[in-house]
Nanobody, 126 residues
Framework: QVQLVESGGGLVQAGGSLRLSCAAS????????MAWFRQAPKKEREFVSA????????VYADSVKGRFTASRDNAKNTVYLQLNSLKPEDTAVYYC???????????????????WGQGTQVTVST
C-alpha cells in the first residue's frame, strides 16, 4: 500500500505561484508513474500532469503547459508540482496519484492509478 499526502495549497492572487508536494509512505514510489489531477467545484476531475518513474519525462494538460512544472525526488519519496502564473480558473482541489503499471504507455490511463491522495485546495483570487 502507498499512502499519498498532498500539501502546499492555499490562497494566492492571480499571477502568483505555489509549490505543491505529494509525500508518499508505505512503499517507495520510485517505480511508479506519478500524476497530478484537479477537480474544480461542479466539474469533473481533470488531468494536469504526469511524470515517469525516473522523472525523465513529463506531460502536461494544454491548459497548464508552460506554467506548471512537475518534478520528483525519489530519495525523498516525494513529487512536486510548481504552479506559476496562476489564474482564477486554476482554482481546484489538486490530487496526486500513483500508477504502478503502464499497460497503455505513458501517461497512464486514469483507471491505471492505484493510489490517490486526499487533495489540497488551491484558490486563485482575481
Amino acid at each position: 500500500q502507498v499512502q499519498l499526502v498532498e500539501s502546499g495549497g492555499g490562497l494566492v492572487q492571480a499571477g502568483g505561484s505555489l509549490r505543491l508536494s505529494c509525500a508518499a509512505s508505505g512503499r517507495t514510489i520510485s517505480r511508479y508513474a506519478m500524476a497530478w489531477f484537479r477537480q474544480a467545484p461542479k466539474k469533473e476531475r481533470e488531468f494536469v500532469s504526469a511524470i515517469t518513474p525516473s522523472g525523465g519525462s513529463t506531460v502536461y494538460a494544454d491548459s497548464v503547459k508552460g506554467r506548471f512544472t512537475a518534478s520528483r525526488d525519489n530519495a525523498k519519496n516525494t513529487v512536486y508540482l510548481q504552479l506559476n502564473s496562476l489564474k482564477p480558473e486554476d482554482t481546484a482541489v489538486y490530487y496526486c496519484a500513483a500508477a504502478g503499471t503502464l499497460a497503455y504507455g505513458f501517461p497512464p490511463r486514469q483507471f491505471e492509478y492505484d493510489y490517490w491522495g486526499q487533495g489540497t485546495q488551491v484558490t486563485v483570487s482575481t
